[in-house]
């Protein structure tokens, strides 16, 4: 969805505030007051009676009790809060135990779901109650078009992103990182990386590009392999990667010609030997050994010096690439 989409044409987005409550915002919040009051005392129970006798005063249980009404206090204030800074215009969806709240909102373009995820983080400027800590969400968003579950999982991803930036995040279409590798994506950040390089001294672009996936593989196989690569490339290459088209990568290294060529040579090695392809979710593996039998990369290595121009270098090693990828399996060195 682009950012000048019409204001008429309204899309579906999916919004994740989530909170992290410290032990002293919890024992401000008890402070305050803001635990339920206890109902109208009544008639000793007799699991009452029969706990006291066994594990003592009931005040000893009664602290944690409290605990969990306050924080659950402290949630039910903070959704309030978020869904008035929406002007109401989100559908809630409380998660009490995994203390967050998600929501479904309408917006004409990404760029008024940054405003709206603004407008939410704008609103915890200031305490819920007089004398409580202030408490900033990590505040997720991201426009539903591929279902409702990869909204979900993109908003989830820019929530991460958000804890760690202090800010809200939005992953729109044109996100950064790459949801299935959680490698960067955006070309024009590659080709800065190796401005960058090259600015510093000898430079090398590794283009690699994974072979022998069957083309009726599931999507828990693609991943496994997409991120098998991707681990085998960081262990051997460094962390400056990128993937910018599908099972396809490039990573960035500060060496001359000699040394990044025996690194394509140990990283198409270290594939084709490669057996631990698996898919985790929730602690639940799938294990693909049979992928160990066909998957394979080729590579294309392009080196150059200070003063070398980024582009033509980043071209280079993707024109290796191509020749080292029509027989398979090989690597081709850019003569630049």
């Known amino acids: ?53 066994l594990a003592g005063p009931a005040e000893e249980w009664d602290e944690p009790a409290s605990v969990d009404a306050t924080r659950h206090a ?52 200031e305490p819920l109650v007089p004398f409580l800590p202030t408490i900033r969400p990590a505040i997720g968003a991201a426009v ?35 949801l299935l590798t959680d490698l960067r994506c955006r070309r024009s950040t590659l080709l800065s990386e190796v401005v960058l390089h090259l600015a510093a001294g000898p430079a090398s672009v590794l283009a690699c590009a994974v072979d022998g996936v069957p083309p009726d593989a599931e999507p828990r196989q693609v991943e496994a392999v997409a991120r098998g690569v991707a681990r085998l490339l960081e262990q051997r290459a460094g962390t400056t990667l990128f993937t910018t088209a ?40 799938w294990e693909y050994p ?16 200070p003063g070398d121009d980024a582009a033509g270098l980043l071209a280079a090693a993707d024109a290796a690439l191509a020749e080292a990828a029509a027989d398979g399996d090989r690597v081709v060195v850019a003569s630049v």
């Open 246 to 285: 599908p099972r396809s990568f490039h990573a960035v290294v500060p060496w001359p010609a000699e040394q990044a060529t025996r690194t394509a040579e140990d990283v198409r090695a270290a594939v084709a030997a490669y057996r631990g392809y698996a898919f985790n979710l929730d602690d639940i593996i």
């Open 144 to 178: 539903v078009c591929a279902g409702l579950v990869e909204a979900r999982r993109r908003a989830m991803t820019a929530v991460a992103q958000s804890r760690l930036l202090g800010e809200p995040c939005v992953i729109g279409r044109a996100q950064e990182i790459d």
């Open 1 to 53: 969805m682009a950012d000048g989409a019409g204001e008429s044409e309204l899309h579906a987005a999916h919004v994740v505030v989530e909170f992290r409550f410290a032990p002293e915002h919890v024992e401000a919040a008890i402070e305050a007051g803001l635990t339920p009051a206890a109902g109208t005392a009544g008639p000793p129970l007799f699991s009452d009676l029969l706990r006291a006798l």
């Open 74 to 125: 402290l949630h039910e204030l903070l959704g309030a809060r978020a869904d008035e800074a929406l002007g109401g215009r989100a559908q809630w969806q409380s998660c009490s135990s995994f203390s967050s709240h998600a929501g479904e909102v309408a917006v004409a373009s990404e760029s008024q779901l940054r405003q709206l995820t603004w407008d939410v983080h704008r609103a915890f400027a």
């Open 290 to 305: 049979a992928l160990s039998d066909t998957v394979r990369v080729s590579v294309g290595v392009a080196s150059g010096a």
